[in-house]
């Protein structure tokens, strides 16, 4: 939903990605196996056995279908890229960025508002060029691999939405980066970073509350039954929260999620209805444990502590190859200097060429928190059983089983082999904690 906004701006895909989706899921109505809890248990509980036990419960049909789904995800990293590469240049060889600037020029003698009516140009070109690879990547391939809930016309809506959301939050980005390349000149890398950040926190306080519910409808969880575990776990672990959320992920997609998102006093926990609808209780624990353990560890501003790091080398970055592009071909395409509005283009490949050289540490530094998180959660829900159900769920969109090299350079999030492997090692030296009801659940609805 965030595509065009994350296109055309990754470091602020990656504080909203860091912010909003560090996810979880969940499974089917409990079967009936009321095994004996201490067999599970017994002294020679054998992790590696559990392990596949737990792996083999996904078909083979399922996991071919999901590998295949993520692994053609790794591409798509590379066709966004070039996708996004290909289009800026077509708008500076054409010089369409210049006509864009000389039409707001002519419009109006305000630099802020030459940039903002630059911006508004910008984003909607940007928009239509990249949009076949748009409707690919979110409209037929989602349908195509049974992911997606939404009807074409919905979905579209969604994307101008977010191209709404996007122009707006852009030109608040935008036009005070300019008014401060134009008093800084070369030195306005360093501060432009710290603008960059500062955007990013700003967009991560006010989405949960402005921009979350433009598309999706929340409301407060009622029922007790799932509620009160929930908050009693919260309470535990020092969250003052009076509320969780609920939200109607299945408007779009029959993915199970949760997340926290919000900084401060928006930051909030959600669970999606795919999730309350599929799981159990011990599965929903599980999730709430994780999504607590997020919020205790300070990801979230351990999150922008972290890509601020990324977002400023990027910067220095982008002031180099601002300045040697210019240099060679900044004539040909009518594009004077960096306080040049009609630049954008240039900013935009080179920091899209960034981002993805900085593909496997972005993922390392996410997939980390989130291994830190799982851990948090076993040890405050524990529900190891739960966890191990939850991640199989989650394996009907994410590889379950990569090898070591693969899961570091493409995965956000730890594999289903290596979180469930967490999982039984915990419930090896607990083995009080074993659960038979939610062993023998099969995997599906
Ligand atoms: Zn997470």
């Excluded at 010089?95 to 600037?101: D, G, I, L, P, T």
């Excluded at 939200?247 to 949760?258: L, T, Y």
């Amino acid at each position: 939903m965030f595509r065009t906004v994350c296109r055309l701006f990754p470091a602020v895909l990656l504080l909203i990605a860091a912010n909003l989706a560090l996810g979880q899921a969940a499974g089917a109505p409990p079967s009936s196996a009321p095994a004996s809890p201490s067999a599970a248990a017994a002294p020679a509980f054998d992790v590696d056995a559990a392990v596949e036990a737990y792996l083999a419960k996904m078909p083979a049909a399922g996991k071919a279908r999901s590998d295949a789904y993520f692994e053609g995800g790794y591409w798509l990293i590379l066709w966004d890229t070039l996708a996004t590469i290909g289009a800026m240049w077509l708008l500076l060889h054409l010089r369409w960025s210049a006509r864009m600037r000389d039409l707001a020029g002519r419009i109006t003698r305000l630099r802020a508002l030459q940039t903002a009516l630059y911006w508004v140009q910008f984003v909607i070109l940007a928009s239509v060029l990249t949009f076949p690879l748009t409707l690919y990547e979110g409209y037929f391939r989602e349908h195509q691999y049974g992911l997606s809930n939404q009807g074409f016309a919905a979905w579209l809506g969604d994307q101008l939405l977010g191209m709404a959301v996007a122009l707006v939050l852009g030109a608040i980005l935008i036009v005070p980066l300019f008014a401060l390349v134009r008093r800084l000149e070369t030195r306005w890398w360093a501060w432009g970073a710290a603008l960059m950040i500062a955007f990013s926190g700003f967009v991560s306080l006010i989405a949960p509350v402005y921009i979350a519910p433009l598309f999706n409808h929340y409301e407060i969880l009622r029922d007790p039954a799932i509620r009160e575990p929930i908050l009693k776990l919260a309470r535990a672990n020092g969250i003052p929260a009076t509320d969780v959320y609920e939200f109607d992920a299945s408007r779009q997609s029959n993915r199970v999620s949760a997340n926290v998102s919000g900084f401060a006093n928006t930051m909030r926990i959600s669970l999606n209805d795919n999730l309350l609808e599929r799981c159990t209780p011990a599965e929903i624990e599980a999730t709430m444990g994780h999504e607590i353990g997020h919020y205790v560890l300070n990801h979230a501003y351990k999150g922008l502590i972290i890509f601020g790091i990324v977002i400023l080398a990027g910067f220095a970055l982008l002031n180099r190859g601002i300045g040697l592009a210019l240099a060679r071909w900044g004539g040909a395409w009518q594009v004077h200097a960096v306080s040049d509005v009609a630049v954008l283009p240039v900013a935009v490949i080179v920091l899209s060429a960034y981002f993805f050289l900085m593909t496997p540490v972005i993922n390392s530094v996410t997939r980390t928190m989130e291994f830190e998180a799982d851990m948090y959660g076993l040890n405050a829900a524990r529900q190891p059983d739960g966890e191990a159900n939850v991640d199989l769920m989650l394996g009907e969109y994410r590889k379950l089983d990569p090898g070591p090299i693969e899961e570091f350079l493409f995965f956000d999030h730890p594999s289903g082999r290596t979180r469930i492997t967490a999982a039984m090692r915990w419930k090896a030296q607990y083995p009080e904690s074993a659960s038979a009801a939610e062993m023998a659940r099969p995997l599906g609805r």
